[in-house]
């Protein structure tokens, strides 16, 4: 059971170009989320699918698109990078709990340069 | 206004002392509030969750929930070295039907001294 993977773990980009961040988890969630995590300013939600199928902006959105491919993968693209995209990555995904609420687990995230 | 805050310290305790996180939070609604780890370098990790006004104990660890002040704090007994790291509150701010939506503070530095 590896829990949520994220690939690659490293990448450096030019300003201007593309690139997709691969997650995948095993635990059979339902709901998934990307956040992208910056000094001084916390881990901040990108966008989240809440079931397969569906996707909804979160708090920073802009410049960025997501594809839920089925289950298990949530993929984010950055279409045309940019210096201001310099920052960690997480993908997560969660489970209900008692009590009605979700526990969220992190993937061991993707250190995005932007030049 | 942070809807969610911490001090950012860097809090420093000795060894086998108690360390009190504090977390601080701006909406009312809120019903789940998670504490998360964070060694540098590394992805939060899920320490405890806390549903309910309260002490919820696991371990070393013990969660409290004051809804009607709207603050949750984390104390760790007995700290050890290994505890130094970052401790990231969570709160969610509001179910989305099917997950939930995690509004994070900047965490706070705690050290543990030998």
């Known amino acids: ?115 | 206004q942070k809807e969610v805050e911490q001090n950012s310290g860097p809090l420093s305790v000795p060894e086998g002392a108690i360390a009190s996180l504090n977390c601080t939070y701006s909406d009312r609604v809120s019903q789940s509030f998670f504490w998360y780890r964070q060694y540098s370098g590394k992805s939060p990790e899920l320490i405890m969750s806390i549903y309910s006004n309260g002490d919820k104990e696991d371990g070393r660890f013990t969660a409290q929930l004051n809804k009607a002040s709207q603050y949750v704090s984390l104390l760790i007994r007995d700290s050890q070295p290994s505890d130094s790291a970052t401790y990231l509150c969570a709160v969610n701010m509001g179910l989305t039907g099917g997950g939930n939506k995690l509004t994070f503070g900047t965490g706070t530095q705690l050290k543990v001294e030998l």
Not at chain 1, 55 to 76: A, C, H, I, Q, W
Not at chain 1, 80 to 103: I, K, N, R
């Open chain 1, 1 to 115: 059971n590896a829990g949520v993977t994220q690939t690659p773990k490293f990448q450096v980009l030019k300003t201007g170009q593309s690139m997709t961040l691969q997650c995948a988890q095993d635990m059979n969630h339902n709901s998934m989320y990307w956040y992208r995590q910056d000094p001084g300013m916390g881990l901040r939600l990108i966008y989240y699918s809440a079931s397969e199928g569906t996707t909804d902006k979160g708090e920073v959105p802009n410049g960025y698109n997501v594809s839920r491919l089925n289950k298990r993968e949530f993929s984010l693209r950055l279409e045309s990078a940019a210096p201001s995209q310099t920052s960690v990555y997480f993908c997560a995904s969660s489970e209900l709990v008692w009590g009605g609420s979700y526990e969220q687990y992190f993937g061991p995230g993707t250190r995005l340069t932007v030049t």
